[in-house]
């Protein structure tokens, strides 16, 4: 094995959820062992049941034949313009087709104009976070990012990549990230020599934290990002995954002020995580070297175009599938909006979520004195809480769940930024994630399923604090 000199490249620590993926197959023999069936309260993944891909082939392919027929070939033996585009290189920005049908469907869902020639194509909100990340960490000076604590796992591991890049962090109360807080950081940041681009958030059906932030507090956050000159870059994977009615749902930050924001838009919940569909969009300009003033989309553009280069078509030609619907002629018409295609997902999602509500209130009801947790108004995860100390959330506890009581969680520690666990060395140390998304069952089953790991999830907690 040839030994290369690189002492400038770090081991990156290995993140939580991480780690006990990989732990996972021994403690699941434990648990069998011990006579324990798993209880999967851990993963964040959409569940099989509504990410059947059966349906959706068959409609893509009608939806294929339909534009075919559409392009009104006189040659049989011509090759259609759609087959040929999406197994061809296509340019950075993706199929024109796909952005336009797209910028229609969701602006119309959010009142926001969407110009298409400003939607840049991502690998999902993962490949949004890159891009946004490495936009303005390629200049090499020291770079800060304000976000929350705690924050998403994905994001705090791509700022861990660049080594002049850190997370200054805000804590949370229940209405969201703190504003006096948040300005404070930003002064910090900028004390310590940093340039501060943006704060980088996750308001509706935040993960980890559980929860939505208010309107109030969204307009407070934006007032203070105004004030201040940065961006918010806003992670939406679970704005359609909403329990909320209408009239009670906050805005997104790119409704309300999209010459502020950065919107990550992903296909991963809304449809399906495999084909790696997500879209940026922003109307910001930033005043670069020299003195010009240029939209972000544009470097946006040019940073993806020496990144992912040729998207992949056959992908955003599928998505663009997705926002068709079939007539009772066979036509394909543009959808309205998303909110029917949400609708299909949420019929799991709602129910999963009532279960582990009610049975969190059923069992624990009566001991609020010593637990707590969210009630989350979009997303996949409440956030449990032992108060007054009742136990202690660390690795040997998460172990401890699976192998003595089946039950699959995830710590909080881990998703707090460094930062905050300087100024808590105790950070999240009494929290845990509940996920009420995935399970390996459908239907009936699934139902039944999750009752008995909430159940599970109940009595190992009550039974781990004394109760
Ligand atoms: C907040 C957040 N951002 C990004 C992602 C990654 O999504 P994608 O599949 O779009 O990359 C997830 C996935 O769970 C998420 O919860």
Redesign the pocket.
């Known amino acids: 094995m040839a030994n290369l000199d690189a002492p400038k490249i770090k081991l990156q620590p290995v993140s939580v959820t991480r780690k006990m993926a990989a732990s996972l197959p021994g403690l699941r023999d434990l648990a069998q062992k011990n006579g324990l069936k798993i209880h999967h309260l851990g993963a964040?993944y959409p569940h099989p049941e509504v990410t059947d891909p059966r349906g959706f082939l068959q409609h893509q392919q009608a939806y294929i034949n339909f534009v075919i027929n559409s392009e009104g070939l006189n040659d049989p033996n011509a090759v259609p313009e759609i087959l040929r585009e999406t197994y061809s290189y296509t340019d950075t920005l993706g199929p024109k087709t796909s952005r336009d049908a797209f910028a229609k469907v969701y602006g119309a869902d959010w009142g926001v104009d969407i110009d298409p020639e400003q939607l840049i194509p991502t690998?999902?909100?993962?490949?949004g976070?890159n891009l946004i990340c490495s936009l303005f960490e390629r200049p090499g000076a020291p770079v800060a990012y304000l976000s929350d604590a705690p924050t998403?796992a994905?994001f705090t591991a791509r700022v861990g990549l660049c080594q002049h890049a850190r997370i200054y962090s805000v804590d949370m109360d229940e209405e969201g990230a703190i504003p006096a807080q948040f300005r404070t950081r930003i002064h910090q940041a900028r004390a310590d020599g940093y340039f501060v681009p943006f704060y980088y958030t996750?308001p509706d059906g935040h993960?980890p934290a559980g929860f939505s932030f208010s309107q109030k507090r969204r307009e407070q956050l934006l007032a203070v990002a105004r004030e201040e000159g940065l961006l918010i870059v806003e992670?939406a994977?679970y704005l359609y995954i909403n329990y909320a009615q209408a009239a009670d749902r906050a805005q997104p930050f790119f409704a309300m002020a999209p010459e502020q924001t950065v919107h990550l838009f992903?296909g991963?919940k809304i449809g399906f995580?495999g084909p790696?569909i997500?879209f940026l969009y922003s109307e910001a300009s930033l005043t670069i070297n020299g003195g010009e003033v240029v939209p972000l989309t544009q470097l946006a553009m040019t940073e993806a175009s020496s990144d992912v280069l040729f998207q992949n078509p056959q992908a955003l030609r599928g998505f663009e599938a997705l926002l068709h619907d079939q007539d009772d002629t066979g036509n394909f018409v543009l959808r309205e909006g998303m909110w029917p295609l949400a609708e299909q997902k949420l019929l799991v999602y709602r129910e999963n979520r009532q279960i582990l509500l009610d049975t969190l209130e059923e069992e624990l009801g009566d001991h609020k004195d010593c637990f707590s947790w969210t009630i989350p108004q979009a997303g996949f995860f409440s956030v449990f809480t032992f108060l007054r100390g009742t136990a202690k959330t660390d690795d040997n506890f998460i172990q401890r769940l699976v192998a003595e009581y089946g039950v699959v969680v995830v710590p909080m520690y881990d998703f707090y930024p460094a930062d905050a666990r300087v100024r808590n060395p105790n950070a999240g140390l009494d929290q845990l994630r509940v996920s009420f998304c995935f399970s390996e069952s459908t239907g009936d089953a699934r139902r039944k399923d999750l009752k008995e790991a909430v159940l599970a999830f109940c009595a190992a907690v009550k039974k781990e604090s004394g109760r």
């Open positions: 964040g690998v999902g909100a993962s490949g976070i998403y994905g996750v993960n992670d994977p992903t991963s995580p790696r997500g």
